[in-house]
Structure formats: C-alpha cells, structure tokens
C-alpha cells in the first residue's frame, strides 16, 4: 500500500499541484515564509498525512539521510524528531498547538536551530468553495537570519509541494 501511495504522489506532483510560494517579509534579523495549495483531502485527514513524514519528507533534507527515521507527535509539546544512528533523538520542533483546521509548531528547521530565536510554522487548512487549502506560514527571527529567507523558501516549498502530492495521493487511494 505505501508503495501504491507514493507512486500516486509522484505522479500527481509530476501533472503539477496548483500550489503558491512567497517571501512575504525579510528585514536583516526576520523572515516570513507563506506557501498555498490545495487538496483533495478532506480536512480530517490533514493532521494524519502531516505527521507521515516517511512517506513525503525529503531524505536529503535530514541529518540521517532517510526520511524513515523522522516522526512528528501531534500532541502538544510533541518532538517533530529524528532518529540518529548513535540511537538519539535529534529535536527540529516541538509542537505547539493542535485546534480544527490549525497546527502551530516551534520548528528552527536545520541550520536555523542555531540561529533563530523564533522560527513558528503554522498550518492552517480551512474548506474554501468545498476546497482543503493548506496554508504554511513560517516566521523566523534571529541574529542574520534574513539572509536564509531564499534557502529555506526552497527547502520549505518543496517538503509543501511534497506534502500536497502525499495527501492528494491519499485521496485518491481513498484514504
């Protein structure tokens, strides 16, 4: 079935996802980072397809190198983690709060650990005409952090784009 699953993801992210990316702000010390798409998902089952991170996240964009090691707990102070050979968790979020149709997440992703004095993902995704359409919103602050708004758009938009293809793919196998 996972392999059934990500092949459906590959194919519906090759035929393109309507999906919209935007630096929406950057001073020298903040960035925000705002990325739209749509899903045929319904609502109820976006929380679940977000925290299958095996089955969307990029393996390159971890510290492991496979996307088997990361779990994400929708509990609230939950890891979004990694399991490292040396058998420790590696920490990149904790998450914050779990409401319908809205997940805020304290996510200093990557090298932003270092840098960021705040970096919040929020994931909201309200029915618009009918429609699942996710919203990811990025704020991150921190001593020069303003000149990783590029980088980490891409990064960011690709594991969104990703996260698109999966649930569409899980609505198409009927989950």
Known sequence: MRTLILALSALI??????AAAEIVSRSENAFMLKFTG????????VPEA?????????PAHSYSGD???LSLDLGVGGCWCEKLEDGTDFDHGRTLSVEPDE??????????????TRADLVVTYPLV???????WTFVVEGPGVGAM??????????????WIAHM???AAAGR
Do not use: I
């Open 50 to 58: 977000l925290s299958q991170l095996p089955l969307w996240w990029d």
């Open 149 to 162: 708004a590029e980088p980490v758009d891409a990064v960011m938009g690709g594991g969104f784009a990703r």
């Open 129 to 135: 005409d009918g429609v699942v359409t996710p919203t």
């Open 168 to 170: 569409d793919g899980l």
């Open 38 to 45: 749509r899903t045929t998902l319904g609502p109820a089952g």
């Open 67 to 69: 996307a088997d090691n």
């Open 103 to 116: 997940m805020r997440f304290h996510a200093p992703f990557g090298p932003l650990r270092s840098m960021a």
């Open 13 to 18: 992210a090759a035929v393109g996802t309507p």
